[in-house]
């Protein structure tokens, strides 16, 4: 999903949404990178936008050591594959309200209309896994991930959501 907001009613204008099945993959519960970064694409695509335009995203962040990585790993194939100039800010609020499936979603979107230009810290963030800071090329600078809230200069989120399997 991509939100955009504007001020100075804090309206949030959905710009554009996909929904897409993850397809075959190794577990009911592994999630399929290539069909996240084909349903990130889409939603792009949807909202009329390029990557270089969105300056945060909610991720669905399940905190499991395949699931990270994984969407790290389609958000960066989407997002670093054009000449950034500044960071993408990512935060992801199951940390603070757990794995709630499609409600994490919604809770997604709540947290981004509540906070326009704010994306709210990565709550219970203390060591970033190995594998998300590579997939993310955190020590590029195209990516932050905030443990206290922070002001992205750019209006226009995203929001990644997934419920069972991906």
Known sequence: MVLEAHEPWRLLLLRGSAV?????????????????????????ERAALGALQVGSIEAHGTG?????????????????????????VIGAAKASVGHAEASSGQVGLLRRSEA???????????????????RLGVSTGCFTMP????????????????????
Do not use: C, K, M, W
């Not at 499991?64 to 993408?88: K, N």
């Not at 326009?116 to 590579?134: F, K, S, T, Y």
């Open 20 to 44: 897409r099945q993850d397809g075959r993959s190794a577990s009911l519960t592994a999630p399929n990178g290539s069909a996240q970064r084909t349903l990130l694409v889409a939603a792009l």
């Open 64 to 88: 499991t050591a395949l699931g990270d990585p994984t969407e790290a790993g389609a958000l960066a194939a989407v997002h670093v594959s054009v000449e950034r100039t500044r960071p993408i």
């Open 116 to 134: 326009a230009g704010i994306v709210g810290g990565n709550a219970q963030l203390r060591l970033l896994n190995p594998l998300v800071a590579e």
């Open 147 to 166: 443990v206290q809230a922070v002001s992205s200069r750019l209006a226009t989120s995203g929001v990644s959501s997934f419920g069972y399997s991906g």
